[in-house]
């Protein structure tokens, strides 16, 4: 065994619907303005190449089947949004991966959301900075967990909403996707060689917008549940 100098930070782990097992997480990448409405919404045409930014891992918040998770209200924001996205787990890694093949790379699919501190994001688009300080800060990345390909059968189209203490806040359909699933997957694949483990947060529809400390917000997909997260 590797003699570490100290204990190295364990795997971040989802839970699996219907599994005792658990999908080790490797990395977290997430497509940028995919829906055309939210692009408008952000100032964009929603007619761009798709983009891609990351979390770390240990951003997520792992939330259990049927519990509330607890988002601590992150530091040096004061304006806390919520993106809520279907988020694709990749079960066998690729180069290079086409169109057609690429619903063969997928393990499952949860629901996250994509947490943002908007002010801090906008400061470093005008600035021309990286947005690590807007969407890489700790819990942001609240996940429930995996629902596998093998139960749901591929998606490409279903309901995604999320409400926000009862009111509902976003509500768009993922056959609204600019790039879908798979154009996705081998896009990014052409970037970074895609590996089992990862996942990829899809994008957001419209209607994203701020949080304060207290709210319960509830995201839903069709066929997978929901995801619930109180911001603490
Ligand atoms: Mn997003």
New binding site residues.
């Given amino acids: 065994m590797t003699n570490f100098v100290f204990a190295p930070t364990e795997t971040v782990a989802l839970p699996i619907v219907g599994s005792v097992q658990k999908f080790p997480v490797r990395r977290v990448y ?3 303005r ?1 829906y055309v409405e939210h692009a408008k919404e952000m100032g964009f045409t929603g007619r761009e190449d798709p983009f891609f930014f990351n979390k770390p891992a240990d951003a997520l918040l792992v939330i259990e089947d049927g519990t509330t998770g607890e988002m601590p209200y992150p530091p040096k924001t004061q304006d806390l949004h919520h ?1 809520m ?1 279907l988020v694709v787990a990749i079960g066998r890694g690729g180069r290079d991966i086409s169109v057609e093949e690429a619903n063969e790379h997928v393990f499952g699919y949860a629901l996250g959301l ?1 947490m ?1 501190r908007r002010d801090l994001q906008g400061e470093a688009k005008k600035l021309g900075r990286p947005w690590e300080v807007g969407k890489a800060f700790d819990f942001a990345g609240p996940i429930g967990p995996i629902h596998p390909v093998s139960k749901t059968g591929v998606l490409s189209q279903g309901a995604i909403s999320l409400d926000v203490n009862g009111e509902q806040r976003q509500n768009s359909d993922l056959e609204k996707l600019i790039w879908s699933i798979p154009e996705s997957i081998a896009y990014l694949s052409g970037l970074f060689e895609l590996k089992a483990g990862d996942l990829i ?1 899809t ?2 529809p419209e209607g994203v917008a701020a949080v304060q400390k207290g709210d319960h917000l509830v995201g839903r997909f069709s066929g997978l549940g929901e995801l619930s997260v109180k911001i603490v």
Avoid: I, Q, Y
Wanted: glycine share 18%; net charge negative.
């Fill in positions: 997430c497509v940028g995919n993106e996205e994509d943002t947060f994008g957001t």
